[in-house]
């Protein structure tokens, strides 16, 4: 079967500097310039970047394909050479079936007119015919949970309730290749949920979609395939484990905390921790759920040290403290250390939701707070096949996941 | 999972599209688009305002009477023996619908630069759409027109000076060549405007300096012979003339002001949409 998206050697380049000739004036003072031969005065920095350089690819039908990247790999940009909202600087793109683009929800939604009046325009804008929105009408609204304002203008909703609406209609368009930038990032938790499961549906239903997202979670539940973006080139293509888990660990900043310099410290300072580096004992950087951890902790003094105790506290956003970490608790440091040295902290599977964590460190000394370190360093847990199904519950659920069974019992007849 | 069954259609994206080809198959699979751009256009702009569409009207009879007041009364300027208020008003209805028509098509980009950023679809819907949503203004300034001819021509002494024929009819066919003139020209100036923001400052500009050397206020008669060229320069001027004589049963139309008119016009127009195209492929990129 031929591929329904073909990308040859896709290419795009900006001008740096003031894009464009913003000012007759500028453009005259150039010209000017050109004209008596020199280059100097009033010409702006022009430089060319290239937003994409050479990327060639295909995507079959029927497949679930995401692009990741850091900012300014390219991301953005390729979506709007395929959505034809700006044309390529080199190279050509074959699309094989009828594209929908949803590089933002709500696209042309006018505050004055009534929910019913902007379903109608909006789908216009994205490619439907009023009879096929007419025939979704119901649907849409049941999907957007906003039945009693449909006749109010839409500058009087709430910003949930616009976001609502307007991804209902996109979701029920019926493209053969629909284009997605990051639209999930809207909306609570449970209407992203919605929004997943709908997406799924569409690509269930053997329709093609290619998904940017910087959220791994919904890449790793959604996508089959996933490109890999950096710098406008294409890094890598595969399987989207290996892929996701490849981008991460060049994410992820592999240098130690140094903590020396830090003044936001409490304690008699007889000892100070000196650096701390946090990393997965399977995968070095890359931290997800099921991690077993490790903790490093270089700590000086002035002389050797005796009965010393380490903590290591983990705590989420909010400052809930999640897991303790304490030498005295289970032991394993010796009653006198060196003055100078390293003592390290494994752990088991953490078992810890997606998202950001942030470490407490103190170093005592009998019953004296020799160092003590609020928010010495964070790290981010990244989803991964905790369950074997792909689906985690999100952070602002709960903190942490525990390996359970579930089983229906037969009625004794 | 089942597959899709494979698609006839097929999208081409590659670097310098030509411009000169007017995609009208893409216009028409989006004629839905263009239908609700015109009701969006047309509902948003009296929404909550206490007279709604009324101010279609109350336009054109403020400037009617201004004009009466200044031009007829104080200057004493000739409205070529028509009642003035027929006069005006017979003239609005040209001009109004070309500087609308105009503005509002000079401003397509800046006014859509965010839509136009995120979704794709064939550019010109915009300016079609403008171009028949200020034909509902006109309509109500047609229908205020006809109540005061009407007045004038039956209840008033004026009424023999002045009358109409069947060839009202052809009155819809120069409207078309007045949207050609608008659309035209308003292409060129978005498309101008895309890259030099400068030129939204000129815009009022050039509206008032295209009003004055249009026959509104004065009969192109009263142009004296060695400047009647920037009449036949002018592609509006004819017509807001040919529409008078249409309408008012007499007028100074030439035949050869009115050629050349439609000469411009067809060049205008060209033009226009071929930078328009030009502009809309990569536009995106420097807002």
Same mark, same amino acid.
């Given at each position: 079967?031929?591929?329904?998206?073909?990308?040859?050697?896709?290419?795009?380049?900006?001008?740096?500097?003031?894009?464009?000739?913003?000012?007759?004036?500028?453009?005259?003072?150039?010209?000017?310039? &050109?004209?008596?031969?020199?280059?100097?005065?009033? =010409? #702006?920095? +022009? /430089?060319?970047?290239?937003? %994409?350089?050479? @990327?060639?690819?295909?995507?079959?039908?029927?497949?679930?394909?995401?692009?990741?990247?850091?900012?300014?790999?390219?991301?953005?940009?390729?979506?709007?050479?395929?959505? &034809?909202?700006?044309?390529?600087?080199?190279?050509? =793109? #074959?699309? +094989? /079936?009828?594209?929908?683009? %949803?590089?933002? @929800?709500?696209?042309?939604?006018?505050?004055?007119?009534?929910?019913?009046?902007?379903?109608?325009?909006?789908?216009?804008?994205?490619?439907?015919?009023?009879?096929?929105? &007419?025939?979704?009408?119901?649907?849409?609204?049941?999907?957007?949970?906003?039945?009693?304002?449909?006749?109010?203008?839409?500058?009087?909703?709430?910003?949930?309730?616009?976001?609502?609406?307007?991804?209902?209609?996109?979701?029920?368009?019926?493209?053969?290749?629909?284009?997605?930038?990051?639209?999930?990032?809207?909306?609570?938790?449970?209407?992203?949920?919605?929004?997943?499961?709908?997406?799924?549906?569409?690509?269930?239903?053997?329709?093609?979609?290619?998904?940017?997202?910087?959220?791994?979670?919904?890449?790793?539940?959604?996508?089959?395939?996933?490109?890999?973006?950096?710098?406008?080139?294409?890094?890598?293509?595969?399987?989207?484990?290996?892929?996701?888990?490849?981008?991460?660990?060049?994410?992820?900043?592999?240098?130690?905390?140094?903590?020396?310099?830090?003044?936001?410290?409490?304690?008699?300072?007889?000892?100070?921790?000196?650096?701390?580096?946090?990393?997965?004992?399977?995968?070095?950087?890359?931290?997800?759920?099921?991690?077993?951890?490790?903790?490093?902790?270089?700590?000086?003094?002035?002389?050797?040290?005796?009965?010393?105790?380490?903590?290591?506290?983990?705590?989420?956003?909010?400052?809930?403290?999640?897991?303790?970490?304490?030498?005295?608790?289970?032991?394993?440091?010796?009653?006198?250390?060196?003055?100078?040295?390293?003592?390290?902290?494994?752990?088991?599977?953490?078992?810890?939701?997606?998202?950001?964590?942030?470490?407490?460190?103190?170093?005592?000394?009998?019953?004296?707070?020799?160092?003590?370190?609020?928010?010495?360093?964070?790290?981010?847990?990244?989803?991964?096949?905790?369950?074997?199904?792909?689906?985690?519950?999100?952070?602002?659920?709960?903190?942490?996941?525990?390996?359970?069974?579930?089983?229906?019992?037969?009625?004794?007849? | 999972?089942?597959?899709?069954?494979?698609?006839?259609?097929?999208?081409?994206?590659?670097?310098?599209?030509?411009?000169?080809?007017?995609?009208?198959?893409?216009?028409?699979?989006?004629?839905?688009?263009?239908?609700?751009?015109?009701?969006?256009?047309?509902?948003?702009?009296?929404?909550?305002?206490?007279?709604?569409?009324?101010?279609?009207?109350?336009?054109?009879?403020?400037?009617?009477?201004?004009?009466?007041?200044?031009?007829?009364?104080?200057?004493?300027?000739?409205?070529?023996?028509?009642?003035?208020?027929?006069?005006?008003?017979?003239?609005?209805?040209?001009?109004?619908?070309?500087?609308?028509?105009?503005?509002?098509?000079?401003?397509?980009?800046?006014?859509?630069?965010?839509?136009?950023?995120?979704?794709?679809?064939?550019?010109?819907?915009?300016?079609?759409?403008?171009?028949?949503?200020?034909?509902?203004?006109?309509?109500?300034?047609?229908?205020?027109?006809?109540?005061?001819?009407?007045?004038?021509?039956?209840?008033?002494?004026?009424?023999?000076?002045?009358?109409?024929?069947?060839?009202?009819?052809?009155?819809?066919?120069?409207?078309?060549?007045?949207?050609?003139?608008?659309?035209?020209?308003?292409?060129?100036?978005?498309?101008?405007?895309?890259?030099?923001?400068?030129?939204?400052?000129?815009?009022?500009?050039?509206?008032?300096?295209?009003?004055?050397?249009?026959?509104?206020?004065?009969?192109?008669?009263?142009?004296?012979?060695?400047?009647?060229?920037?009449?036949?320069?002018?592609?509006?001027?004819?017509?807001?003339?040919?529409?008078?004589?249409?309408?008012?049963?007499?007028?100074?139309?030439?035949?050869?002001?009115?050629?050349?008119?439609?000469?411009?016009?067809?060049?205008?127009?060209?033009?226009?949409?071929?930078?328009?195209?030009?502009?809309?492929?990569?536009?995106?990129?420097?807002?």
């Amino acid at each position: 079967m031929r591929p329904i998206i073909e990308l040859q050697g896709i290419a795009k380049k900006y001008s740096l500097g003031r894009i464009g000739s913003t000012s007759i004036r500028d453009s005259v003072e150039r010209t000017w310039n &050109r004209l008596r031969g020199f280059n100097r005065n009033g =010409a #702006v920095p +022009r /430089g060319d970047f290239w937003a %994409l350089r050479d @990327v060639s690819f295909t995507i079959q039908p029927g497949e679930i394909v995401g692009v990741i990247g850091r900012n300014g790999a390219g991301k953005s940009t390729l979506l709007k050479i395929l959505s &034809r909202i700006t044309e390529p600087t080199k190279g050509e =793109a #074959v699309l +094989r /079936g009828r594209p929908a683009s %949803l590089l933002e @929800v709500g696209t042309g939604f006018h505050p004055d007119l009534s929910g019913r009046e902007n379903i109608f325009l909006n789908g216009a804008i994205l490619g439907m015919r009023t009879h096929e929105i &007419r025939q979704k009408f119901d649907e849409i609204v049941a999907f957007s949970e906003v039945e009693q304002f449909i006749d109010t203008p839409v500058k009087r909703y709430s910003s949930g309730m616009y976001v609502r609406l307007a991804f209902a209609v996109a979701a029920h368009l019926e493209p053969e290749i629909l284009l997605v930038d990051e639209v999930l990032a809207v909306g609570d938790a449970a209407f992203q949920k919605k929004c997943l499961g709908k997406m799924g549906d569409v690509a269930r239903e053997g329709r093609t979609v290619l998904f940017v997202s910087h959220n791994m979670a919904s890449i790793l539940a959604l996508c089959q395939r996933v490109i890999l973006l950096n710098g406008g080139a294409l890094l890598g293509e595969g399987s989207t484990q290996e892929v996701v888990r490849e981008y991460l660990k060049s994410t992820i900043s592999h240098e130690v905390v140094v903590l020396d310099e830090r003044a936001d410290r409490e304690g008699d300072g007889s000892a100070r921790l000196i650096s701390c580096q946090i990393e997965s004992i399977e995968s070095g950087h890359f931290i997800s759920s099921s991690s077993r951890m490790r903790f490093t902790l270089a700590y000086k003094g002035d002389r050797p040290l005796r009965h010393v105790r380490f903590l290591v506290t983990i705590y989420d956003y909010t400052n809930t403290g999640i897991y303790l970490f304490d030498s005295d608790a289970v032991g394993g440091i010796p009653e006198t250390l060196p003055a100078e040295g390293v003592v390290t902290c494994t752990t088991d599977p953490i078992n810890l939701t997606p998202g950001r964590c942030y470490i407490n460190l103190a170093l005592l000394r009998g019953a004296a707070i020799a160092d003590h370190i609020e928010q010495a360093a964070s790290f981010d847990v990244e989803a991964d096949e905790f369950y074997s199904t792909g689906r985690v519950p999100p952070r602002d659920w709960v903190m942490c996941l525990l390996k359970h069974k579930w089983s229906f019992d037969e009625p004794a007849s | 999972m089942t597959t899709a069954p494979e698609s006839k259609f097929e999208i081409r994206i590659r670097p310098n599209q030509s411009w000169l080809r007017v995609d009208l198959r893409a216009i028409w699979e989006f004629r839905d688009l263009l239908g609700l751009l015109v009701r969006r256009d047309f509902v948003a702009r009296y929404q909550q305002t206490a007279l709604g569409p009324a101010w279609a009207i109350v336009q054109p009879l403020a400037m009617t009477f201004v004009f009466t007041l200044v031009f007829g009364k104080f200057a004493g300027i000739s409205t070529g023996g028509f009642p003035p208020i027929l006069f005006y008003l017979s003239s609005l209805l040209t001009w109004n619908y070309h500087a609308q028509t105009f503005q509002l098509t000079a401003g397509t980009f800046t006014a859509n630069a965010e839509l136009f950023g995120k979704v794709y679809f064939p550019r010109l819907v915009v300016p079609l759409a403008i171009m028949l949503s200020n034909l509902i203004a006109l309509l109500f300034e047609a229908a205020i027109f006809s109540l005061f001819w009407c007045y004038y021509k039956f209840f008033t002494a004026a009424g023999v000076h002045f009358g109409t024929d069947a060839r009202v009819l052809l009155a819809p066919l120069l409207l078309i060549h007045v949207a050609t003139v608008s659309v035209g020209s308003g292409l060129i100036v978005a498309s101008c405007t895309a890259k030099y923001r400068d030129l939204r400052h000129v815009l009022p500009l050039i509206v008032q300096v295209w009003l004055y050397l249009t026959p509104v206020i004065y009969p192109l008669s009263k142009v004296p012979a060695r400047w009647q060229w920037v009449m036949a320069l002018n592609p509006l001027a004819p017509l807001v003339e040919t529409m008078r004589y249409l309408l008012l049963g007499r007028g100074d139309v030439q035949p050869g002001q009115y050629l050349c008119s439609a000469a411009i016009a067809a060049f205008l127009l060209i033009v226009g949409v071929m930078m328009f195209q030009r502009t809309e492929r990569t536009f995106i990129d420097t807002v």
